[in-house]
């Protein structure tokens, strides 16, 4: 098994509402990354975690809230988001090694009404 | 990180090699170049990344020129599904995060 798979694909939400986007995978990775990504612009960096431990927080506004319950599992929990928190949201995987390239799954799309 | 330079679009012919460059002249010299690209509504895919050698796998070439400063990733005989955006991402050895640029966007045609 060789994928990322996140779910849901699409999600439509009103600023009120609490919801969570779901990574997983089984390919022994031991890193696992959020990254958002706005129209037609590049991906960009959320959050990092190594070992299920939050490694890295790019100053992400704390209504986006990740878990890392296992070394499977990559959860975003969403709260009180905004309408330009619109986005496509990719989770991605990486081995341990220097080199090690990531796998990215195909993103859940979000749309903050 | 070091800053890229790529051009924003591209077109290339069906069955003609594609040769995707890119800028990085403030690469250090413990940064390795990847590249990746995205197609269209999908999750980006790794494809290359190499230090000084030149590099070969089955999906591109990197020519990285001696002095490091660019590099120029060729797909020999692109296809459509290779339309996408490709990315250049220089990187450390040691970096757990990639920095996207802003990429080029290929299309290839018939």
């Known amino acids: 098994d060789t994928e990322v798979t996140q779910t849901p694909k699409h999600l439509v939400m009103g600023m009120t509402n609490k919801k969570s986007l779901k990574c997983e995978q089984h390919m022994g990775h031991r890193a696992m990354y959020w990254y958002k990504q706005k129209a037609k612009k590049p991906p960009e960096l959320m959050f990092v975690y190594s070992y299920e431990k939050l490694s890295i927080n790019e100053s992400v506004p704390s209504r986006f809230s990740p878990e890392c319950p296992n070394s499977s599992l990559l959860n975003l929990h969403l709260h009180a988001l905004q309408p330009e928190d619109s986005a496509l949201y990719l989770c991605a995987s990486r081995a341990s090694g220097r080199l090690n390239e990531q796998f990215f799954g195909p993103g859940t799309r979000l749309t903050v009404l | 990180d070091a800053k890229t330079t790529q051009p924003p679009s591209m077109d290339c012919a069906e069955g003609r090699a594609a040769n995707l460059p890119c800028n990085h002249s403030?690469?250090?010299?413990?940064?390795?170049v990847y590249w990746y690209r995205q197609i269209h509504s999908q999750g980006p895919q790794y494809i290359i990344h190499?230090?000084?050698n030149n590099e070969t796998n089955e999906m591109a070439s990197l020519i990285i020129t001696e002095d490091r400063k660019s590099s120029t990733l060729i797909l020999p005989h692109a296809t459509l599904r290779d339309t996408a955006v490709y990315y250049c991402?220089?990187?450390?050895?040691?970096?757990?995060?990639?920095?996207f640029g802003t990429g080029t966007r290929l299309q290839v045609t018939l």
């Open positions: 991402i220089p990187r450390t050895g040691t970096a757990s995060k990639l920095t």
């Open positions: 403030t690469i250090s010299g413990n940064e390795y």
């Open positions: 190499g230090l000084k």
